[in-house]
């Protein structure tokens, strides 16, 4: 089974503080998401990456950035936290260069910005 | 702009009948769309595919169907059980690697 992990499921932060996010996923995929999930807002996609060292803004990208530099690992960072950024974050991978793909999430990190 | 809508309204239904849940769409014109599962505090998993070249896909008592010309999917739960109850997705291709989600329609089977 692909199994996708994050690196924490509950963090606590303060405004203006640099922010990780670390996904990990296990199976060889070169796709790798991360969203934002917010109530009544659904996913909403803030980068993409589909192979190391690539990435593609989202829908939201402003206020965060990405890095790859492992095919197995994605990570999200938060510049300067603000507590609009107070959100669940799910980071998400698929196997293969076409966009048909299902996606594996992983279980999600609850971050609060204080 | 694109937009995908699912009931926000949760439903509720008896052990045993059939979940229909709604899936509409404007502005876009997705080659497939998806169909995702979420329990409280966990990821979605995937549940079903379905290309617009297909009218319905059927996995054991889940089915989807995909009108292209209504711009709606329907996504059925036949003999339903407690242990289906949960927030189900709706996920639409956008071009390139981008899937769009809705907010999602949560589910509620009582025994």
């Known amino acids: ?114 | 702009s694109q937009k995908i809508e699912q009931n926000s309204e949760a439903l509720n239904i008896q052990e045993g009948k059939t979940a229909t849940l709604t899936c509409n769409y404007t502005n876009y014109s997705p080659a497939y769309l998806q169909w995702y599962r979420q329990d409280p505090g966990r990821g979605p998993v995937f549940l079903l595919l379905i290309r617009e070249n297909e009218k319905e896909k059927r996995k054991e008592r889940l089915k989807v169907t995909f009108d292209t010309t209504l711009k709606q999917s329907l996504f059925h739960i036949t003999a339903s059980q407690p242990a289906d109850s949960a927030t189900y997705l709706c996920a639409l291709e956008a071009g390139g690697f981008k899937t769009i989600f809705g907010a999602g329609t949560r589910l509620f089977v009582k025994a």
């Open chain 1, 1 to 114: 089974d692909v199994k996708v992990t994050q690196s924490s499921r509950y963090l606590v932060k303060r405004t203006g503080e640099k922010v990780f996010l670390e996904c990990v996923q296990d199976m060889d995929h070169e796709n790798m998401f991360w969203y934002r999930q917010d109530p009544g807002l659904g996913l909403r996609l803030i980068y993409f990456s589909y192979d190391v060292k690539m990435k593609e803004k989202g829908d939201i990208p402003e206020g965060y950035s990405v890095s790859r530099e492992k095919k197995e690992r994605f990570s999200l960072i938060l510049e300067s936290a603000s507590t609009n950024q107070t959100s669940m974050y799910l980071c998400a991978s698929s196997l293969g260069t076409s966009g048909d793909n299902e996606q594996f999430f992983g279980p999600g990190t609850r971050l609060t910005v204080l």
